[in-house]
């Protein structure tokens, strides 16, 4: 069982920059790919970025690589999200996820939220002048 506890998220004005955190506890001795997930107001959740703890991959979708970066902190069991260049269409809730996984390039598509088991609450971002 893995538990996800997202925070970090505010507001910010278009340009500004944010980290989020999802913090990992329960079975952090497995192998796990950690995924971040946005959903804009009435859109469909969408795969961000995503890492291996096994081997620090990571993998980022095209619209956000040189806007976002994602890494983590082992000792925290903690995994960020770096947003820079905020716009306002990055407006929504950021959900991090998490699956027993030896790698992400294990998986068929990293961001892709059905291959995940276990979710966060979720911590919104506004990004608005």
């Known amino acids: 069982q893995v538990h996800l506890v997202e925070s970090g998220g505010g507001s910010v004005q278009p340009g500004g920059s944010l980290r989020i955190s999802c913090v990992v506890s329960?079975?952090?001795?497995?192998?796990?790919?950690i995924g971040w997930f946005f959903q804009a107001p009435k859109k469909e959740r969408v795969g961000i970025c995503a890492?291996?703890?096994?081997?620090?991959?990571?993998y980022c979708r095209d619209s956000v690589k040189g806007r976002f970066t994602i890494f983590r902190d082992s000792a925290k069991n903690t995994v960020y999200l770096q947003m820079n260049t905020l716009k306002p269409e990055d407006t929504g809730i950021y959900y991090c996820?998490?699956?027993?996984?030896?790698?992400?390039?294990?998986?068929?598509?990293?961001?892709?939220?059905?291959?995940?088991?276990?979710w966060g609450q979720g911590t919104q971002v506004t990004v608005s002048s």
């Open positions: 329960g079975s952090t001795s497995e192998s796990l790919a």
């Open positions: 996820g998490a699956v027993v996984s030896k790698s992400i390039a294990a998986m068929g598509n990293p961001l892709n939220l059905y291959e995940y088991d276990y």
């Open positions: 890492i291996s703890t096994s081997d620090d991959r990571t």
